[in-house]
């Protein structure tokens, strides 16, 4: 109903309406924090736009730091609303500078913290809209899939299209991840500049905090 739909998106304007600060980068599983709350994790190709989407659905400007460097997140960011929902940013993948071992020890990481996180609730696939799934992001949710990790695609940059090809896309993208078992079936479009899907997608995050 309406009104369901009212309180639902209220819900997630209301979680992020609060308290929110930068709890602590990891760089090994020793570090993470107590899995005392629920956890929604943002992934994606290097230059998705990850820190853009984090900062427009917390309504923060800076919250995640945006570099103009791909790949150069190299920890996983943990965000607190205290005693509802910590929010991850995870190292983007498909592109790095750094060098081998320094590669290998961030995936490594990314992936325990995938496959062993009990307070882990969802994972924010985020795909470039201009671009589709490309194979990068195959693996990953092949690697998803594997795991049991339930996870939410979510296409980002949609102003940069026109929306009869946003259509196509999503059509496109909603086909690739049909039969995948760990993927939740409800695609989000979004815009970090003109704030399309956000509110769905804070929506998204509440029912799960």
């Keep these: 109903t309406p009104e369901e739909e009212a309180d639902w998106l209220e819900a997630g304007r209301l979680l992020f309406a609060g ?43 800076k919250l995640a730091r945006a570099s103009t460097e791909p790949g150069r997140t190299r920890e996983l960011n943990f965000f607190l609303i205290p005693e509802r929902l910590r929010v991850v940013d995870l190292p983007g993948y498909g592109y790095a500078k750094a060098g081998k071992a320094d590669i290998d ?10 496959r ?47 929306a009869s090809e946003i259509e196509a896309v999503a059509k496109a993208t909603a086909a690739a991840i049909a039969k995948r078992p760990a993927a939740h079936p409800e695609l989000r479009v979004t815009s970090s500049e003109t704030g399309m899907g956000i509110d769905l997608l804070r929506a998204d995050i509440a029912a799960l905090a």
């Design 105 to 114: 020890r961030w995936t490594t990481l990314t992936r325990d913290y995938l």
């Design 116 to 162: 062993g996180r009990p307070s882990l609730k969802r994972v924010l696939l985020l795909v470039d809209a201009r671009h589709g799934v490309k194979p990068h992001d195959r693996d990953v949710m092949e690697a998803l899939d594997l795991a049991a990790v339930s996870y939410q695609v979510v296409l980002t940059k949609a102003d940069k299209l026109k």
């Design 19 to 61: 308290q929110i600060e930068f709890e602590r980068g990891v760089v090994g599983m020793e570090h993470l924090p107590d899995a005392d709350l629920p956890e929604v994790a943002f992934a994606g190709r290097s230059n998705v736009g990850k820190s853009s989407l984090i900062n427009a659905v917390t309504g923060r400007r």
